[in-house]
């Protein structure tokens, strides 16, 4: 007659001083080292469990090795599912109780999507037509209106200027333009003040604007005399800068004005930086008080205040 061995703990012949648990039927994944708690009903006595042929053995039949690989398959998964269980609670509640960090940031201004409060709201950006910005010198300019800011010139400089172009008079091939602002970095020079950079320069801005053009045309038939009208030291930026003015005579057209204006950057190794100004004189041409309008207005980038927020500058 058989008799079917009762749950509990006995010794895994597949596993050397190992228990494994039988839950009454067939072995289940769980084990425990032999020196554990002892077995909840005591060595079975002779005759429980399966008859077996040859030698009679004392407990359930010992799991094979195909039933071993089996059951450590069973107890990884076991575990694998505890975990997947309980990431799916940590998940849970992490989406309706937020610890203190998750709800002071969603709470934070930084997290929000209106920043109508901030400093900077509304401040024109690089794509604002009313703002010309130089990055690579760390300064943002006024665009007057009725300018307009090129995509590409011939120099690779910070450029804006009217938007209306003439044929100019010494050279009917090549357009000409009524103003012109551009800025740049002072390079190729010793020259450690704004105002030793300004006075090194002026020469060279009024050649280039009403002499001859950077491939060597006579634009306007070369200068034939100029004027100083203002050399003097000036605020850009709420840094110390220095401006120079000329007035030009040209052998074709009215002439003009250029002006140099120097100015340490804000940004890098403060290099000294040069904006160009030139504006035809005559009718057409823009009033020589913009001039002063536009240097009013250079900012550094990022300042809240870049080119006059909210008001326009007249040619």
Known sequence: MTHATPPGWYPDASLPATERWWDGTAWTATTRPAAGAPPQFGPPSQGFGPQQSGPQQFG?????????????????GVVLAGAVAAGVVVAGRGDDHKGPE??????????????????????????SPSLLVDQLDGITL????GWEKPSSTVEDVTTMRTEHSYDCPGDTGTFCWHGRVTSRTATQTDLTTAEAVAKADIDDAAKSSYDRDIVGDLI???????????????????????????????????????????????????????????????PDGPPTSLMDTITRGIRPIGDATSGGVGSSIGP
């Open 60 to 76: 359930p039949p010992a799991p094979r090795r195909g039933h071993k690989r089996i059951a450590v398959l069973a107890a990884v």
């Open 102 to 127: 998750t709800a002071r940031s969603s709470s934070s201004p930084a997290a929000t999507t209106d920043h109508k409060d901030s400093p900077t709201a509304g401040a024109p950006t690089a794509d």
């Open 220 to 282: 306007y038939n070369g200068i034939t005399s100029h004027t100083q009208l203002e050399s003097k030291s000036v605020s850009v930026a709420g840094r110390t800068g220095y401006l120079i003015r000329w007035r030009v005579r040209t052998g074709a057209g009215p002439g003009g004005y250029v002006q140099t204006l120097a100015v340490p950057s804000s940004v890098g190794s403060e290099a000294i930086v040069v904006v160009r100004f030139a504006f035809d004189a005559g």
């Open 142 to 145: 006024p665009v007057p209106d």
